[in-house]
């Protein structure tokens, strides 16, 4: 039986940004040193109008000053440029670096994740969180924080305004309390909104991540167009929520555009009749309104960071979900660090187990029993083949043996050690494994095979691929081993991949070789070749066959029987026809099928 899903507890997604923005303080540090060079720089534009102002109010203003005020506003132009362009480059270089670590971070977690994990998670809301979710955290990171360190400007002219006129200031600040208000409900709003988002932008892509592996089923039956139809109904909610995002996101701009027209309004009125009452000088007013003009591009960036905060901390926290998964199936505190698997015998003592299942929602559902009381003993070098009906729990055995899932009751060992305590690094390297459902790499034929060894030579490829009887493929293609596959193999037949996999098996050596149905797509008498040539390599590992064929396994060392999750039977090929039974009446039905086909 799998474990009980376990999941550590989140963390918060702005400790988690934190932790991997740390490495890179100093440019962090030094972006927001030049930040505030540029906001300190920007400070002296109304300082130097007010001073023209001033000049031509007492009608000192030459052509020599006006000169140099001009050369002094392109000089302030220049150094907050040049300012912002370090800024920038500092910030998004550190962000980058940051969304590096935290994707690889990601990627690695998961390719540590057990089986128990993929069969509740779907392959499409995985890749949403590698790339949507990740994206967002990256703009929290980079263009975000560069925001926030720009909001400085705020206080900063804050305190340049009250030095100006403290009066006219708090007049300016009026508006504040209905700013606060618009702000709140905002955030409110936009977290709860982005979260829909990036839920929905998950569905989209498992729906399209399905609809691709499943173009040719799609097409056999003809169903493309209720496909493109329930696609279309996830499109249309996706747009849905991003327009919702988008309306509020459109409303805070305006408002905030408004707000602060409204605050230059006040301040233009307000400060015109202080200096028609000559309680303010106009060089201080005009001053005042460049500082407020200022002003205008924090404000207004306000709502835009808070887009940013929100999508940001919605994406981290949805990949520490991932983060926070706990494999099922990893090394515990017994195992034998320095455990090697040199014989490759194997031994099940009285194993049981039973699939997990989730509905939606969470909600775990009582497992229903595959395997029951299995018993069986393997010794190194022999031959063991797996027969039985359908669903029986044949696959269910291998995947015990090759740790996909830990029994719920009793152990397997291998060289007399209980597999939970040997590591798992060197369990798989120590089996070679052809499943049922092989699967192959867009790559080239070479890399599919040295997959598992991509330092081997040629010779070991060559046999490799001799004794899977695969060489004549290799010969009939015009690049040979550089023939470049398409998706999953797909320019290959079904035995192709199969003879494929089993050389990529084959030349990792190893100690024990499991084929769980790996010749269903050849003819019998291709699998009796392929077979027959394995028989060399195969009397030097234990092995583990699964066939519905019975003509294949009857030389096999050990036949085991499995029906309904038990051992119904156990012997070599011949004791098991004399007892009589399910293996014999297989026998039988298939002996009878094969004199059919050649009648």
């Known amino acids: ?126 890749m949403a969180r590698a790339t949507n979710d990740l994206n967002y955290v990256r703009m929290f990171i980079g263009p975000g924080i560069m925001g926030t360190i720009d909001m400085m400007r705020l206080p900063l002219t804050l305190v340049l305004m009250i030095y100006l006129s403290g009066r006219l200031t708090l007049t300016a600040l009026i508006p504040l309390p209905l700013v606060s208000l618009l702000v709140y409900g905002f955030v409110t709003f936009m977290h709860r909104q982005s979260e829909r988002v990036q839920r929905q932008y998950s569905v989209i892509t498992a729906r399209t991540h399905e609809s691709l592996a499943g173009a040719r089923v799609v097409q056999a039956y003809g169903i493309a167009d209720r496909e493109i139809a329930a696609f279309t109904r996830e499109s249309q909610k996706y747009m849905r929520e991003n327009m919702r995002l988008a309306y509020i996101m459109s409303l805070a701009w305006p408002l905030i555009g408004m707000t602060i027209a409204f605050m230059i309004v006040l301040v233009v009125w307000s400060g015109g009749a202080m200096v028609i009452d000559d309680a303010l000088k106009l060089e201080d007013l005009t001053g005042f309104v460049v500082c407020m003009l200022m002003l205008v591009w924090p404000l207004a960036e306000f709502g835009w960071i808070l887009t940013l905060y929100q999508r940001g901390a919605v994406g981290m926290r949805r990949i520490n979900e991932i983060l926070a998964e706990i494999p099922a ?51 190194s070098g022999k031959t063991v083949a797996i027969v039985g009906p359908t669903g029986s729990g044949k696959s269910t055995m291998v995947s015990l043996l090759t740790r996909e899932y830990d029994p719920a009751a009793g152990r397997i060992l291998v060289d007399g050690c209980d597999l939970r305590r040997i590591p798992l690094r060197a369990l798989r390297r120590a089996v ?168």
């Open 1 to 126: 039986m799998t474990s009980e899903r376990t999941v550590k507890t989140l963390r918060s997604p702005f400790l988690s940004i934190l932790q991997y923005n740390r490495p890179y303080w100093r440019e962090y540090l030094a972006g927001s040193m030049l930040s505030a060079m540029f906001v300190l720089i920007g400070l002296a534009m109304p300082l130097v109008v007010r001073s023209v102002v001033a000049q031509f109010e007492n009608n000192t203003m030459t052509p020599r000053f006006l000169f140099l005020y001009f050369i002094g506003l392109l000089c302030v132009g220049a150094g907050t440029g040049l300012a912002r362009y370090w800024e920038r480059t500092l910030i998004i270089t550190a962000s980058r670096k940051s969304e590096y670590d935290l994707r690889n971070d990601l990627f690695q977690h998961v390719q540590t994740l057990s089986q128990e994990f993929f069969h509740r998670t779907q392959t499409g809301d995985i």
């Open 329 to 379: 199936i990893r090394d515990g505190e017994n195992t034998q660090r320095e455990f090697e698997i040199e014989r490759g015998g194997i031994r099940f003592e009285n194993v049981s187990f039973a699939y997990r299942h989730t509905k939606e929602g969470g909600v775990s559902i009582e497992p229903a029993p595959v395997l029951h009381d299995v018993n069986f003993e393997v010794p």
């Open 432 to 599: 070679g494994f052809v499943p049922q459902d092989t699967f192959l790499f867009s790559d080239t034929i070479r890399a599919n095979i040295t997959f598992g060894v991509p330092d081997a030579a040629q010779e070991q490829i060559d046999h490799a691929c001799d004794a899977a009887r695969f060489a004549e493929t290799i010969d009939a293609l015009p690049g040979r081993y550089e023939t470049l596959l398409g998706e999953r193999g797909v320019n290959l037949s079904g035995g192709q991949k199969q003879r494929l996999a089993i050389a990529r098996a084959l030349i990792c050596d190893p100690k024990i070789l499991i084929l769980d149905d790996a010749l269903s797509s050849v003819d019998t008498h291709t699998e009796e070749e392929i077979l027959q040539r394995l028989k060399q390599v195969m009397a030097t590992r234990t092995s583990v066959i699964i066939s519905h064929r019975i003509s294949t396994i009857r030389h096999a060392d050990l036949i085991l029987v499995v029906d309904d999750g038990r051992i119904a039977d156990q012997g070599t090929h011949d004791e098991l026809v004399t007892r009589g039974g399910l293996h014999a009446g297989m026998y039988q039905r298939q002996l009878l099928e094969e004199e059919l086909e050649r009648a």
